[in-house]
Structures are given as C-alpha cells and as structure tokens.
C-alpha cells in the first residue's frame, strides 16, 4: 500500500518524492515577502521523519553549506521516511550578515515562541510547530561567532540516552555534554519530546573544509542509524569521539596583541603556555596558560583582544585524551569522498 502524501504549508508532497515549500512569515518594510523555506524529501518507504536546520544564528553560514551538499547526496535517493531541510531559518540575519534578528533578538532564545508575539517569537513559532514538531529528532547546526572558531563538536543534554547515542553515530571529535538553555531550540523541543542534536563547527561567516565535510558525513551516519538510509557508502567513523563532561573558557589576562601557540583539537596539559599577549611596542608580554588537562574545543581568532577576553575554549575530557584522535578523523575525512562534485574551497 503506498505512503500518504505529507502534507505542509498547504503542499502535498508525494511519496518518493521532493519538493521545496515555502512558509510566510513576514513583509519586509519594503513589503518584499520573507518566507521559511522548507525542503520536503518524503521517501517512498516509510520510516523516522527529521529535520535539518541551519542559520538559526544569521551569520552562521557554514550549516548552509553543510545542508546544500547533504541535499545533493546521491543516498537519499534512497531515503526511507521523511527529511525535513530548513537551509536557512534566520532569512533576516542572513541576508544582514548578522547573528541577529532585526530588533537585535537572538532567535535561539524565543522558543517556543508565539504567533502574535514579537518578529522572533512569531518566527520561532512558525518553525517549531510546522516543522520540529512535525518530526521524530532533528539535527541544527550551528558555528562559533564572528572571529571565534569552534573544534566540530556535537552539544548534548546531560542524561539524554539518546541523544547520547545519536552523537555517538554522528561521529564528530568531540561530544560535549551542555545543559539545556531557556528559550532554545533544542531546550524547547526536548520539554516536547523531540530528541535535538546541536552540531558546533567553524567560524562566522566563514566556510571550513573539515567542518563541512564532518557535518555531512554525521547527519548521513545519524539517518544510516537511525534507519532512513542504507549502510553502502556511509562510512562508520574509525575513532570515537572524546567525551567531555564540561569545559570552561580561557580569558585574556591583559589586552594586547595575542599570539597563539595551539589550535583546536590540541590536547594541553596543566599549565601549558597556550599563547602570549604583548603590547604594540612589544615591551611587556603575558602568557595564557592552561588552567587544566583537556582538548582545545574553540578558540579566538581575532589577534586583538581586551583584557577579560575569552581565548581559548577548554574542555575536560573523560576518561583520558587520546593525542591522535583528531588527527585520525582528519585522516578519514579526507579519504572518503566528497559528497558533492565542488572544488574544496
């Protein structure tokens, strides 16, 4: 007996088949329309329906490109169950390169949002309850902030089984476990019962070859799993993730001009010298060390700073650091194929 068609947005989508859906959301003062547009892929068999979302954060681009070369993914011709591509939620910030919404709102603190509510909280409404609802997990990616760069790393919810799992299955260097933040998406969508993975990687407004190609290949490994997609030619990772149970963020001591000496993904001892801040005349200089054993999840890339500047992003891993952890999946990376005919940028 054939699938249902799904239905969003008043499109009716066919089974074993694909379509892009556009949902109103607002007018711009110039009356231009801003829609959530929404790619529908309804397999002809059934299965899990999930979602995929990026620039929750405007300026986070990095999950738009993650979601562009998903999307053209030969495996999901084979697709079992639904998938739900939201490539850019935040239109606003996006198109002003911008983490923000117009009113300076962050996005990803007005959920669950509401209908009459501020441009945020209407936003944030639209996209729960027409799509996160709508599906059994989801996976939203996200980057670090302009001038700040992120390890690829998977965010999940102390506790959680199974986002544990999921994590575990996505295959990214590090699982950090990270609480729930009021007004999220993924705190939201977790008190709702729709289990959310939050992929860290890369800088603002900016691509990274390896994060890419990790996000990619994690979200194609978590529907492998998760029984959406069949095991040809998705790659189970060779190393597992490090497991990290807190971190905690390196400051500046002095402002300066800051010159570092490791990157993310290094495993630091205690006390190490991680970098050094000197003032433009370069006659007084203070190092930055590390204030315990851990992997360097994200750092600043700015070589500017004021004092109380956060640095270095440090995270303790549980049990103990394997030096050539990174560096395997790096290795791996590479070796598998791209996931779409593009020139590495």
Not at 235 to 263: K, Q
Not at 317 to 340: G, H, K, N, R, Y
Request: proline share 6%; glycine share 8%; net charge negative.
């Amino acid at each position: 007996m054939p699938r249902d068609a799904f239905e969003l947005g008043g499109t009716s989508v066919a089974a074993g088949s694909r379509a892009s859906v556009a949902l109103p959301v607002s007018d711009l003062p110039d009356h231009t329309p801003v829609s959530l547009r929404v790619e529908v892929l309804h397999g002809k068999r059934p299965g899990p329906t999930m979602f995929v979302s990026a620039a929750v954060h405007g300026d986070e681009v990095i999950g738009v490109e993650i979601v562009r070369r998903l999307l053209r993914t030969s495996q999901l011709d084979r697709l079992q169950g639904t998938l739900l591509v939201v490539p850019i939620v935040n239109a606003f910030g996006f198109l002003a390169r911008s983490r923000y919404l117009p009113d300076r709102r962050d996005l990803n603190r007005c959920f669950p949002g509401s209908a009459s509510g501020s441009l945020g909280s209407r936003l944030a409404h639209i996209f729960l309850n027409d799509v996160v609802l709508r599906c059994d997990f989801g996976i939203d990616l996200h980057s670090a902030a302009v001038h700040r760069t992120n390890l690829p790393q998977i965010r999940i919810t102390p506790g959680d089984q199974i986002t544990a799992q999921m994590a575990r299955s996505f295959g990214a260097p590090v699982i950090l476990t990270s609480s729930l933040r009021q007004g999220s998406l993924r705190g939201e969508a977790a008190e709702r019962g729709t289990p959310v993975l939050l992929y860290e990687a890369g800088e603002g407004l900016r691509f990274d070859e390896f994060a890419v190609r990790a996000g990619v290949a994690g979200i194609l490994r978590v529907m492998r799993d998760q029984d959406m997609l069949a095991a040809k030619g998705i790659a189970h990772p060779r190393t597992p993730s490090l497991t990290c149970n807190g971190s905690t963020w390196l400051r500046a001591p002095s402002g300066g001009l800051l010159r570092t000496f490791r990157a993310e993904g290094d495993v630091v001892h205690e006390n190490e010298v991680l970098a050094a801040i000197s003032d433009p005349s370069g006659s007084t200089e203070t190092e930055l060390v590390a204030s315990s054993p851990g992997i360097l999840i994200g750092r600043a890339v700015l070589p500017i700073v004021n004092e109380g500047d956060a640095v270095f992003h440090l995270a303790e891993i549980s049990p103990a650091a394997d030096e050539d952890t990174v560096e395997a999946m790096t290795a791996q990376l590479e070796t598998d194929p791209l996931f779409d005919e593009d020139e590495i940028i």
